[in-house]
């Protein structure tokens, strides 16, 4: 299992303490894949290919290459979408036999938008462990370099391709105030801007994350208003897999600050910063002191 970059005494130590962890019997491994560049598979990962009796993976052909690609070659057992519950019996046999099967997905977490969450759950209910072996995953890498400024995340995924639906799908999150974060593929990314630009105010920001980790790897941010004259603006971008994140809607709290702001605004221009403040307070309802503090600071 060594790569052929394996050659400073520290990283020899690191793989030599990975290789003495513990990898128990009659386990399922959910292995987080590259999304894109293969420089971010992590050394445990490694292992757990390495020692894994079999590897349950979404697509046999790339997951074989993929193997390849660090030296390694091992049993694969298809398990997709549409084979899930069937396949899930099989490996908790084996699983009980007391194998160590590590499933995987083409890219990324498994059952994270892809499949896996019910093979998890049926080993689970078999009384079976199951042990995640975290890396890369394409929504937490966009939201990490999003630059949006909150404390909750709400994962969409895709939304539906039927227009309708996708319409009440949006909806429903138009007065989330967390970062709401969805996946879309390049054939559906004009569809699913136009739905966002018409669910979402256009001062929202968005931020487009596309073919993270490749060689055309691209970020943008901007206003919502924007999003189709960038989108439009270089032919490229109708290519590759998109994360798309919108901001989340203004809180309460922020609302009423900006209203605050407004009528400062609007005051500061005709009244000294102490009138302008006393009125803002019996306007808006907030506190005059800290009215007049803010207007201080835009004065």
């Known amino acids: 299992m060594t790569p052929s970059t394996a050659t400073t005494p520290s990283l020899q130590l690191l793989m030599q303490e990975v290789s003495q962890q513990v990898y128990s019997l009659s386990t399922l491994y959910v292995v987080a894949t590259p999304i894109g560049n293969a420089g971010d598979m992590t050394l445990r990962a490694l292992k757990v290919l390495e020692l894994a009796d079999a590897v349950a993976c979404e697509d046999t052909r790339n997951t074989a290459h993929l193997l390849a690609r660090y030296g390694l070659s091992k049993e694969l057992l298809a398990a997709h979408e549409h084979n899930e519950r069937a396949v899930a019996d099989k490996l908790i046999a084996r699983l009980q036999a007391g194998q160590r099967i590590a499933l995987v997905s083409d890219a990324g977490t498994p059952a994270v938008s892809d499949p896996g969450a019910r093979i998890i759950d049926a ?17 937490v890498s966009a939201l990490s370099a999003s ?27 138009r007065g989330m105030s967390a970062t709401l974060i969805f996946y879309e593929a390049p054939h559906r990314i004009n569809e699913t801007v136009e739905a966002l630009v018409a669910a979402f105010e256009p001062t929202r920001q968005i931020v487009f994350a596309r073919e993270l980790t490749k060689l055309f790897e691209e970020m943008h941010r901007c206003p919502m208003a924007e999003a189709r004259d960038w989108l439009a603006a270089d032919a490229n971008r109708q290519k590759g897999e998109y994360v798309i994140l919108v901001e989340g809607a203004p809180t309460a709290t922020n609302q009423d600050d900006a209203e605050a702001e407004r009528v400062l605004a609007i005051l500061l221009a005709e009244c000294p910063v102490k009138l302008a403040a006393s009125l803002a307070a019996q306007i808006t309802g907030q506190k005059k002191n800290a009215l007049y503090e803010r207007a201080l600071r835009m004065k």
């Open 123 to 139: 080993v689970r209910h078999a009384g079976l462990r199951v042990v995640p072996i975290p890396g890369a995953s394409a929504a």
């Open 147 to 173: 630059g949006l400024v909150n404390d909750q995340f709400h994962f969409v995924g895709f939304l539906p391709a039927k227009a309708k639906q996708r319409e009440s799908a949006l909806a429903g999150l």
